[in-house]
C-alpha cells in the first residue's frame, strides 16, 4: 500500500467520485496501492497494470465511528493546505513502529463480498490510465460531527475546501464487473446518471466558474484553486469568495505539468498582482443539484447574466394568455353547483341530481311537478330586459351589449376592479418580500421550498379562523394590506440587513393567506355563468400590470429602489381602504346572474355584516321546498 486519502463535499448528498445507480455517498476513501515489480509509485503510475486502488464509500449517521478517531485528530492538527502540524497532533495518535496509527482492516465495510471492478485512472492529476478500481458496494460509518472536520478544513487564502471530488466520468466502452450478481438495480461504478431531475426553479443558477479544458478531468476543488481568483465581496468584509466570472490569466498547460499555481499566488494580496480576465471557453457549472437549469443551458451568467429577464417575461406570457383559457373552459363545461346547471338551461341534469338526493333521503316527489318547477325557477333567474333584447337582435350584439353594459354601469365592475387592485398589490409585494427572505434549508433549495409551504400553512388557518369566525372576508382583506403596507415601509426605513431579512419572511407569511382572501372574495361575487372566467381574468390583469411597472422601474434589487417601494407601500394602504366598500360575501348566497349580484351590492350596508349562514338557504332549494311543491300543485288543481 502506497497511501490513502479521502474525497467529500461539503453539501449533503454528494462528494463520493462513485455513484451507485446514480446516488452519491458523502465521502469516499480511496486506498493506493502498487504493483511490486515497480520501485516506486511513481514509475508504477505510467503503466497499465502499475496501481490498484480500493473504494469504500462513508454513510453519516449520528454515532461516531471509533475507528476513524484517530483520523480525526490528525486532520484538525492541519492548519493550512499541504502542511503537516505532526507536533500539534496529539502523542497518542502520532505513528510509530509500536503501535500503528490506523487499522486498515477496520475502515472498510463490513460486506467486502460484493464490489466493483474495471479499469480507469487516477482521480486527480495527473490522471493516469493505470488503475485497476475495486469499489466496495457496502458502505462504512461516519459521524456528522466526524465529517465536519473534513468539511471545515480551509487552503492558505482561508477558503474552505469543499468539492475535493471528481465529478462522474462517461465508461467510454470500459466494462464494469461485478464480483456477484446484483440484485437490486445496481448498475456499476463511476456511470454518469441518466435521472435528470426535473424542477421549477426556473431562476436556478448553481455556482459556476470559467472552463478551462486543460483541467477539465481535475475535481471540482481542484478547478477552484488553480481557475478562480480569491476576492472580497467588499472592502469592509473579512471574508474572501471565489471569483466565477474571472480566471487567471496564466498557461495552464505550465499548471498542468506543475499542478501548482506561479508562486505570485501565495496569499491574498499577490491576487491583485496577478493578472485575471474574463471567461473565454465558457463557464462550468456545480451540478450536484440539478443536471440542467436555464441558467446552465443558455449560460446566462456573468456578462450575459442580464439576458435572464426572458425567464419571468416567458413565464408571465404564459401565465396571462393560458389562465384565462383555463377558467373560459371550466366555466364552458364544469357543472360546478346546481346553479350553473339552471344558468346553462340543463333541467334535465338538475331533475336528475334532485331524485338522487330525494332517494338517498327515502323520499319521493312526482318528477312531473318538478321538472315544471325547476323550469319555472330557470326562467326566473334570466334578466327580463336581456331576454326581451335577445329575441330581436342577434347573438353577437346580444353579448356586446351586455358586456358593454357590465362595464359601464355595474357596481361589480367596479368591485372587481378593486379586487384587481389589491391582487397586483399582493403580487408586487411578494416579489419584493421573495429578494430579502430567509433561507431555511441553504443546502437543498427544494427542501427550503418545502419548509416554506409548511411554514405557511399556520398563517392560512390563523387568517382562516379570523375570516370565517371574527371579522369576514371584507375587514379581513383590509387588515392583511394594511400589514403588508407597513411591512413594506418598514423595508424603507430600516437599515438593518438582519431587520430586512426578518420584515420579508413575515411579509412572506401574510401574502399567500391574503391571496386565497381576494380569490375567495372575488369567486363569491362573480356569478355563476362566468365566475372561473372572472378570477382567472383579474388574475391575469393584475399579473400583467406588475411586470409592466416592474419593467418600468427597470428593478433589480427591490429593497433598495425605494421609489417602488414608496409606490407599492401607497397603493397597499389605498387598496386596504377601498376594500372596506366591498361587499362582505360571507353570509351571503353568491349571486346567479348579474342583475342578483348587483342586487346583493346595491343592497349592501357599510357597517353590515348579515345574518347567519345556517339561517339562510340557497335560492333553488328555497323554491324547491315541499310548501312551494305544494302551493303549485294546488293552483293546478284549481
Given at each position: 500500500m502506497a497511501q490513502l486519502h479521502f474525497h467529500w463535499s461539503d453539501h449533503k448528498g454528494r462528494g463520493s467520485e462513485h455513484a451507485f445507480s446514480g446516488v452519491h455517498y458523502s465521502m469516499e476513501m480511496h486506498i493506493v496501492h502498487y504493483n511490486k515489480k515497480y520501485d516506486n509509485i511513481s514509475e508504477a503510475g505510467t503503466h497499465p497494470d502499475g496501481l490498484a486502488v480500493l473504494g469504500v464509500m462513508f454513510e453519516i449517521t449520528r454515532k461516531a465511528n471509533p475507528h476513524l478517531d484517530a483520523i480525526i485528530e490528525g486532520v484538525k492538527a492541519v492548519k493550512v493546505e499541504g502542511g503537516d502540524d505532526y507536533h500539534s497532533t496529539p502523542p497518542q495518535y502520532r505513528q510509530n513502529a509500536g503501535q500503528p496509527l490506523v487499522n486498515l482492516e477496520n475502515l472498510l465495510p463490513n460486506d467486502l463480498k460484493l464490489f466493483f471492478r474495471y479499469k480507469g485512472s487516477l482521480t486527480t492529476p495527473p490522471c493516469a490510465e493505470s488503475v485497476t478500481w475495486l469499489v466496495f458496494h457496502d458502505t462504512t460509518d461516519i459521524g456528522l460531527k466526524q465529517i465536519k472536520a473534513f468539511r471545515e478544513l480551509t487552503d492558505s487564502h482561508k477558503v474552505v475546501l469543499s468539492d475535493t471530488f471528481r465529478q462522474l466520468q462517461a465508461l467510454n466502452d470500459r466494462r464494469v464487473e461485478a464480483s456477484?450478481?446484483?440484485?437490486?438495480?445496481?448498475?456499476?461504478?463511476?456511470?454518469?446518471?441518466?435521472?435528470?431531475?426535473?424542477?421549477?426553479?426556473?431562476?436556478?443558477?448553481?455556482?459556476?466558474?470559467?472552463?478551462?479544458?486543460?483541467?477539465?478531468?481535475?475535481?471540482?476543488?481542484?478547478?477552484?484553486?488553480?481557475?478562480?481568483?480569491?476576492?472580497?465581496?467588499?472592502?469592509?468584509?473579512?471574508?474572501?469568495?471565489?471569483?466565477?466570472?474571472?480566471?487567471?490569466?496564466?498557461?495552464?498547460?505550465?499548471?498542468?505539468?506543475?499542478?501548482?499555481?506561479?508562486?505570485?499566488?501565495?496569499?491574498?494580496?499577490?491576487?491583485?498582482?496577478?493578472?485575471?480576465?474574463?471567461?473565454?471557453?465558457?463557464?462550468?457549472?456545480?451540478?450536484?443539484?440539478?443536471?440542467?437549469?436555464?441558467?446552465?443551458?443558455?449560460?446566462?451568467?456573468?456578462?450575459?447574466?442580464?439576458?435572464?429577464?426572458?425567464?419571468?417575461?416567458?413565464?408571465?406570457?404564459?401565465?396571462?394568455?393560458?389562465?384565462?383559457?383555463?377558467?373560459?373552459?371550466?366555466?364552458?363545461?364544469?357543472?360546478?353547483?346546481?346553479?350553473?346547471?339552471?344558468?346553462?338551461?340543463?333541467?334535465?341534469?338538475?331533475?336528475?341530481?334532485?331524485?338522487?338526493?330525494?332517494?338517498?333521503?327515502?323520499?319521493?316527489?312526482?318528477?312531473?311537478?318538478?321538472?315544471?318547477?325547476?323550469?319555472?325557477?330557470?326562467?326566473?333567474?334570466?334578466?327580463?330586459?336581456?331576454?326581451?333584447?335577445?329575441?330581436?337582435?342577434?347573438?353577437?350584439?346580444?353579448?356586446?351589449?351586455?358586456?358593454?353594459?357590465?362595464?359601464?354601469?355595474?357596481?361589480?365592475?367596479?368591485?372587481?376592479?378593486?379586487?384587481?387592485?389589491?391582487?397586483?398589490?399582493?403580487?408586487?409585494?411578494?416579489?419584493?418580500?421573495?429578494?430579502?427572505?430567509?433561507?431555511?434549508?441553504?443546502?437543498?433549495?427544494?427542501?427550503?421550498?418545502?419548509?416554506?409551504?409548511?411554514?405557511?400553512?399556520?398563517?392560512?388557518?390563523?387568517?382562516?379562523?379570523?375570516?370565517?369566525?371574527?371579522?369576514?372576508?371584507?375587514?379581513?382583506?383590509?387588515?392583511?394590506?394594511?400589514?403588508?403596507?407597513?411591512?413594506?415601509?418598514?423595508?424603507?426605513?430600516?437599515?438593518?440587513?438582519?431587520?430586512?431579512?426578518?420584515?420579508?419572511?413575515?411579509?412572506?407569511?401574510?401574502?399567500?393567506?391574503?391571496?386565497?382572501?381576494?380569490?375567495?372574495?372575488?369567486?363569491?361575487?362573480?356569478?355563476?355563468?362566468?365566475?372561473?372566467s372572472a378570477l382567472t381574468a383579474i388574475l391575469s390583469i393584475a399579473t400583467l400590470a406588475v411586470t409592466i411597472v416592474q419593467h418600468l422601474f427597470t428593478i433589480d434589487n427591490y429593497d433598495n429602489h425605494w421609489l417602488y417601494l414608496v409606490v407599492v407601500s401607497s397603493m397597499a394602504f389605498v387598496t386596504s381602504f377601498l376594500s372596506t366598500f366591498l361587499m362582505e360575501t360571507l353570509r351571503e348566497n353568491t349571486p346567479q346572474t348579474v342583475v342578483s349580484a348587483e342586487k346583493l351590492l346595491n343592497d349592501m350596508k357599510y357597517w353590515k355584516l348579515g345574518k347567519r349562514k345556517c339561517d339562510l338557504k340557497s335560492n333553488i332549494f328555497k323554491s324547491l321546498s315541499t310548501w312551494d311543491l305544494n302551493d303549485a300543485e294546488d293552483n293546478d288543481n284549481t
Open positions: 456477484q450478481p446484483v440484485r437490486d438495480g445496481t448498475t456499476g461504478a463511476a456511470t454518469y446518471g441518466t435521472n435528470v431531475i426535473i424542477t421549477n426553479h426556473l431562476k436556478l443558477v448553481p455556482d459556476h466558474w470559467c472552463r478551462v479544458n486543460e483541467l477539465s478531468n481535475f475535481s471540482y476543488g481542484e478547478q477552484h484553486r488553480f481557475v478562480r481568483p480569491v476576492v472580497r465581496p467588499s472592502n469592509t468584509s473579512a471574508d474572501v469568495v471565489r471569483d466565477s466570472c474571472h480566471m487567471f490569466d496564466i498557461d495552464y498547460k505550465q499548471v498542468l505539468n506543475d499542478l501548482r499555481l506561479p508562486p505570485v499566488n501565495e496569499s491574498i494580496k499577490c491576487h491583485k498582482k496577478l493578472a485575471v480576465k474574463t471567461c473565454a471557453d465558457g463557464w462550468v457549472y456545480d451540478t450536484g443539484y440539478y443536471w440542467d437549469s436555464f441558467a446552465m443551458h443558455y449560460d446566462f451568467v456573468c456578462e450575459n447574466s442580464h439576458r435572464f429577464a426572458i425567464i419571468p417575461t416567458i413565464r408571465t406570457i404564459a401565465s396571462v394568455c393560458g389562465t384565462p383559457l383555463f377558467g373560459l373552459i371550466a366555466d364552458l363545461f364544469t357543472p360546478e353547483s346546481l346553479q350553473w346547471l339552471l344558468s346553462k338551461a340543463k333541467y334535465n341534469l338538475v331533475v336528475k341530481s334532485f331524485k338522487h338526493i330525494m332517494q338517498t333521503n327515502s323520499k319521493s316527489i312526482d318528477e312531473d311537478l318538478l321538472s315544471m318547477q325547476v323550469q319555472k325557477i330557470g326562467k326566473t333567474t334570466k334578466p327580463e330586459e336581456l331576454a326581451e333584447e335577445s329575441e330581436t337582435t342577434t347573438k353577437v350584439k346580444h353579448i356586446h351589449k351586455a358586456i358593454v353594459k357590465f362595464l359601464r354601469e355595474t357596481t361589480l365592475f367596479q368591485c372587481l376592479l378593486i379586487l384587481t387592485l389589491c391582487l397586483a398589490v399582493n403580487l408586487s409585494a411578494k416579489h419584493i418580500f421573495e429578494t430579502k427572505t430567509i433561507v431555511l434549508y441553504e443546502k437543498e433549495m427544494i427542501i427550503n421550498d418545502i419548509m416554506w409551504s409548511l411554514a405557511r400553512i399556520p398563517a392560512i388557518f390563523m387568517v382562516w379562523f379570523l375570516m370565517q369566525r371574527r371579522i369576514g372576508r371584507r375587514l379581513t382583506n383590509a387588515l392583511l394590506l394594511a400589514a403588508i403596507g407597513l411591512i413594506l415601509v418598514g423595508l424603507l426605513v430600516t437599515k438593518s440587513e438582519q431587520m430586512k431579512y426578518w420584515l420579508s419572511t413575515c411579509g412572506l407569511l401574510l401574502t399567500t393567506p391574503s391571496l386565497m382572501v381576494i380569490s375567495l372574495q372575488v369567486i363569491e361575487m362573480s356569478p355563476t355563468t362566468f365566475r372561473c
